[in-house]
C-alpha cells in the first residue's frame, strides 16, 4: 500500500487540503454542520421541519469516523484563506468485483463557502488519497435531493451505477475509475 503524503495540497487560491484527525475539533465541527445541513434538508422535504435537537445529537454521536482514520481511511479538511471550509472522507473497501474500490464519504463544503472552487479542490484530493490507499475506483452514494453534489460529482467524471452500498438515505451512487497518478 502507498504512503499518504501529508503535505498540504494548495490551490492558486487561499484554498488548503490537508489531513484532519478524525476527533479533532475542527472536524467535530465541520461534521456537525454537513449533518445539520443534510438532515435538515430531508426534513423540511419530507416533513416541513428541521431537524429535532436530540434527533441531531443522536445522529451526530452515532457517527464516529472510525472508519475514516489511517492505515485504510483518511479524512480531509479543506480551509479558505485558513478557516475550515470543509471535508471529505476516503475509507477503502477493498476488491470489489475485482478492483480495488475506495469509498467517498462526508465530501461538504460549507454553503458560505461554495462557488470559490474548493470543491473540486477538495474532491481531486479525496481521490489522491484514494490513490495513495491503492484504489484504482472510488465509489459513492448520496441522495436525490442534494443535486449540487450530484452535480459536482457528474463534472467530475462520477458516473451513476447500480447501488453499491445498502444504507438508510442512499438514493443514488456513483463510481469512477482513477486514472493512475501521473509522475
Do not use: N, Q
Amino acid at each position: 500500500m502507498s504512503h499518504i503524503d501529508p503535505s498540504t495540497r494548495a490551490a492558486p487560491t487561499s484554498w488548503t487540503v490537508a489531513p484532519e484527525a478524525v476527533g479533532s475539533p475542527v472536524a467535530a465541527a465541520l461534521w456537525r454542520s454537513y449533518y445539520t445541513e443534510v438532515s435538515d434538508r430531508y426534513y423540511l422535504l419530507h416533513e416541513g421541519r428541521k431537524t429535532a435537537p436530540e434527533e441531531l445529537e443522536r445522529e451526530v454521536a452515532a457517527e464516529t469516523g472510525d472508519d475514516l482514520r489511517p492505515p485504510t481511511g483518511l479524512l480531509l479538511v479543506a480551509r479558505y484563506e485558513g478557516e475550515p471550509a470543509g471535508t471529505a472522507g476516503v475509507r477503502l473497501m477493498g476488491d470489489m468485483k475485482g478492483v480495488s474500490t475506495a469509498e467517498l464519504k462526508r465530501v461538504f463544503l460549507r454553503e458560505d463557502m461554495r462557488g470559490k472552487g474548493g470543491a473540486a479542490l477538495l474532491l481531486a484530493a479525496a481521490e489522491d488519497a484514494a490513490r495513495a490507499l491503492g484504489a484504482e475506483r472510488v465509489i459513492l452514494d448520496t441522495r436525490l435531493d442534494l443535486v449540487e453534489a450530484r452535480a459536482l460529482y457528474a463534472r467530475h467524471g462520477y458516473e451513476e451505477s447500480e447501488p453499491l452500498t445498502e444504507r438508510m438515505y442512499a438514493e443514488c451512487w456513483y463510481a469512477k475509475k482513477l486514472a493512475p497518478k501521473a509522475g
